[in-house]
Nanobody
C-alpha cells in the first residue's frame, strides 16, 4: 500500500505565490515519477508538471515559466512552486506517485486526496 499526501493549498490573490508539497509513503521500493495534476470545476483532470527519477521535468504549456516542480532530498517528496498565479489556475491540485512496490509486488500508481488552490481577489 502506498499513501500520497498533499499540502500547501489555499487562497491567494492574482499575481501571488503558493508552494505545494507532496509525500509518498508505504511499501515503496522505488519511485520512477512524481507529478502534479489539477482539476477545475466542470473540467477534466490535466497534467501540470511531472518529474522523473532520471531528473527530467515536463510542464503543461499553461504553467511554463510560472510553476516549478522539484524533488526533495528524500526522493519520495515533490514540490510545486507556483508564481504569478492567475484566476484560471484555480483548481484542486493532485499529486501522483508511480514506481515499484517492495517484495516483488509489482508497480503502483497512487493519487493523493487533493488540495484546493483558489486564486481570487
Amino acid at each position: 500500500q502506498v499513501q500520497v499526501v498533499e499540502s500547501g493549498g489555499g487562497l491567494v490573490q492574482p499575481g501571488g505565490s503558493l508552494r505545494l508539497s507532496c509525500e509518498a509513503s508505504g511499501s515503496i521500493f522505488s519511485i520512477s515519477a512524481m507529478g502534479w495534476y489539477r482539476q477545475a470545476p466542470g473540467k477534466q483532470r490535466e497534467l501540470v508538471a511531472t518529474t522523473t527519477s532520471g531528473g527530467s521535468t515536463d510542464y503543461a504549456e499553461a504553467v511554463k515559466g510560472r510553476f516549478t516542480a522539484s524533488r526533495g532530498t528524500a526522493k519520495n517528496t515533490v514540490y510545486l512552486q507556483m508564481n504569478s498565479l492567475k484566476p484560471e489556475d484555480t483548481a484542486v491540485y493532485y499529486c501522483k506517485a508511480e514506481g515499484r512496490l517492495t517484495g516483488w509486488a509489482g508497480d503502483f500508481g497512487s493519487w493523493g486526496q487533493g488540495t484546493q488552490v483558489t486564486v481570487s481577489s
